[in-house]
C-alpha cells in the first residue's frame, strides 16, 4: 500500500524486485539444504557433454566479469544484492547459455542438474573457495567423467606408469570418463599391455623400465630388423638384393629390358615401371621424341636435333593426291586427301556440293570472312 503510494516509479519496481529475489534467495536456501543428495536417481550424462557444459560456464564467468546492472544503481540494489559478481542474477545469466553448441541431450542434462550448478555457485564459488567447477560438477558429483588417467564407473587407474599410462605411446580406452575398459590403444608402431613392444616393421631404438622408442624398418626390409637402414633388415624385400657391404640393395629391374619395344622403362625401389615411348618413336629411351631410337613410319630423323620429326609426305611427293579439286594434307606420322572447299568426296571423286549441304558451306565461308576481317583489324 505504501508501494502504490510511492512518487517515484522506478523505487517502487525497485521494490517488488527487491521482494520477488527474496523469496528467491529463501527458496534456493531451503532446496539447498533440503536436499543433501541431488545428483541420486538421475541420469549421468556422457562425460563429453559434461566437458561442454564446464566449458560454456567458463565463457559464462568470462563474458558477465564486467556486466553490471547498467547503470542507475540504487542503494536498494547494492544492497539487496551485494556483489553482481556472485549474484543469482549473474548465475542466471551463465545458466541460459549452458548449452550454446551444446549436444541435444544438454538442455535435459541441465535441467535435471540446475540444482547442482546452484550449490555450486552459492556454497563453493560465491564463498570463494577455489573449487574447480569440472572436478566438482563432472567427476565428483555427476560422475561422468574421471580425473586423468583414470577410467571406468569407478575411475579406475589406466595400466602403466601412473602419469604416463600406456608408457605414452598410446592411450587407455576411457581415459577420463566413466566408460572404457581401460585397455592400451598403442599408437602406430607399437603393441604389447603397456604399448612396451615394437610392432613388426618397426624396431626397438631405446628401452628402460618407462620407456620405449620404436622406429620403422627401412623400406628394403621385408617384414622385421634390428636397426635403421638398409642393413638392419632381417631379410630382404622381393626387388632388392642382399650386399654384404650395404644391406639390402634396390635391384635395376631395367638392366634387363623388361618392357615391351614401344615402351621405356624407369627402375624404382623395389621395382620399376613402363611408359610408353612417343608416337615418333618406335622404340625408345625415354619420354619425348628427342629419346628415340628408332623413328615411327612418317617421322624423320633430324640430324642435328636429333628429335624424330614427322615428314610432310605433300611436300616430298606432289603426286600423292591426283583427282581435280584434291588437296594433299599432312598429318602426325600421315597424310590424306581431301577435297577442296566447296567439294565433296564421293567414290574417289570430288564433286560440287549440292544444295542440301550448301548451308554447311556458307557458315565455312562466313567463319572465314570473319577470320580475314578479324585478321584486317
Ligand atoms: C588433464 O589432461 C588434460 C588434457 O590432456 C590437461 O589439459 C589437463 O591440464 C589435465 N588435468 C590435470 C589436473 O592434470
Ligand atoms: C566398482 O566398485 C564397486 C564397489 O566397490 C565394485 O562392486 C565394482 O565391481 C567396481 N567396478 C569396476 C568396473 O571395477
Ligand atoms: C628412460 O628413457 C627415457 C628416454 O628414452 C628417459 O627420458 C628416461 O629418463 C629413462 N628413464 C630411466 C629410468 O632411465
Ligand atoms: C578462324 O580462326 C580460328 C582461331 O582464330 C580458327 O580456330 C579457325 O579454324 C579459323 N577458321 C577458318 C575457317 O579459318
Known sequence: MIIWGSKSFKAECGFIIAYLLRVWKIFLFLRLTLSSSIVEGKT???????????????????????????????K?????????????VRLVE????????????????????????ERYWF??????RDTDFYKYFCIENMKACCPNNTYGPNCSQCPGDVDRPCNGQGYCQGEGTREGDGKCNCNSGYRG????????????????????????CHIACKNTCWEGGPKGCDECKDGWLVDEEQGCIDVNECLTDPCEENQFCTNTQGSYTCFSCDDACVSCTGAGPDKCQECSSGYTVNQDTNICQDTNECEEDSSLCQG???????????????????YQLQ?????????????????????????ETREEL
Open 94 to 117: 551463465i545458466m541460459e547459455h549452458l548449452c550454446d553448441e551444446g549436444a541435444k541431450e544438454c538442455h535435459s542434462v541441465v535441467e535435471e542438474h540446475e540444482e547442482l550448478v
Open 324 to 342: 581435280e579439286h584434291l588437296l594433299c594434307r599432312n598429318k602426325p606420322g600421315s597424310y590424306d586427301c581431301q577435297c577442296e572447299s566447296g
Open 44 to 74: 549421468k550424462p556422457n562425460c563429453n557433454v559434461c566437458k561442454d557444459i564446464v566449458s560454456n560456464f567458463h565463457k559464462g564467468l568470462a563474458s558477465t566479469a564486467k556486466s553490471n546492472f547498467g547503470g542507475g544503481n540504487t
Open 193 to 216: 599391455d603397456i604399448c612396451e613392444e615394437c610392432r613388426d616393421g618397426f624396431f626397438e631404438e631405446s628401452k628402460n623400465d618407462t620407456h620405449t622408442v620404436c622406429k620403422v
Open 123 to 128: 556454497k563453493e564459488f560465491a564463498q570463494k
Open 347 to 371: 567414290d574417289g571423286v570430288c564433286i560440287k556440293d549440292g544444295p542440301e549441304t550448301e548451308s554447311v558451306n556458307n557458315d565455312e565461308i562466313n567463319t572465314e570472312i570473319n577470320n
Open 76 to 88: 536498494w540494489e547494492e544492497k539487496s544484492l551485494k556483489s553482481y559478481a556472485i549474484s543469482e
